[in-house]
């Protein structure tokens, strides 16, 4: 009998011996709060969220991990450590400074008073640039001045009308010195727009554009691709056109749809769009891969500036032929609103 005894003892010993060895580990009892104590220092637990988030580990092991919120909006915070996607900066990168290419170079690049705005001026030169917010070179103001004092004692007749056979002098109390012919800022918005699409279905046939604004522009389906825009200084006439000329640099991303506005094309490229208009104004969609939207000036109110103002480039639009209907759209109502892009369109102006 205890030989019957010995052998089940020793066989169930076996037993633990193989179950305990049999995977490589040690087993071995311990309490809940020995494995909570121990866990602790490991890992924080992280409370739950709403929203999906990103996690965030610090390079020092056994320290907790950050949760940081997914932003879709920038906000104004200086403190939020939210993460932006790539889309939400992306546009706020944009909105912070806009973009100018191929400037000419009769031009001064300034900020305005938001922080982040560019307004881009040409330089008065007496001829094409003669808006009363343009910036005056010293020796241009010198010659105005010194033409002025020199213009101070005029020969008159006995009535005061100027007469080189005069027997009298006139003292000219005032004199101009630079003559402006036009206004042209950039930092004022429009009030208004109307324009005519490329295909002749599009278009704002009159808006607030004064009778004359709407005859140049053509009647209502005229396929002249023209546009205007209001302003409380008077009104701007431009025209648009469906290219196949890529702005040259002027992107942010890999995509045609990318591409930003901003770029202001060369003189040999101004000389191509303007072929490209005159093909396609009052004809109808262009052929397709002419979906690159520009925009140009013929007039600052009733002043001809079309032989100086160059193309410049607004959007990547998906067709030629939707191109071809709302790329007057995009021009008129954006530089009606769009500080940035009239600036790039205003400034383009250079003999």
Known sequence: MKTKIMSFCLVGLLGVINGAYATGEEMAATSQK????????????????????IVTYPRTGGQAATVHEIKEEMGTSTSDTGIPTAETLESAIDEKIGMFLNLPNNNVVTYTGDGYGVVTTPIYDNSANTYGNGLVRASTLNNAVATAARAKFTRVDENGDADANGTLWQINTVAPTLTVTKTLDPLVNGTDYCYRGL???????????????QTALGASGSKTGKWATVFPYGEVIGRSVCSNIKPDGAYYGTEDWEYVYGYVTSSAETTTLNGQFTAQSGVGTPAEGYKYCYCKMDSVDGTDVSAVSRWVFRVSISSASFCAGYCAYFCGSNVQLG?????????????
Do not use: E, M, W
């Not at 104590?37 to 988030?53: E, F, P, R, S």
């Not at 295909?199 to 604004?213: I, M």
């Open 34 to 53: 020995y494995v909570d104590d121990a866990l602790a220092g490991k890992q924080a637990i992280l409370t739950a969220k709403t929203n999906d988030t």
């Open 199 to 213: 295909n002749g279905t599009n278009n704002r046939a009159n808006g607030n554009c004064s009778a004359a604004t």
């Open 339 to 351: 500080s940035g892009f009239r600036s790039g369109v205003f400034g383009s102006v250079a003999p």
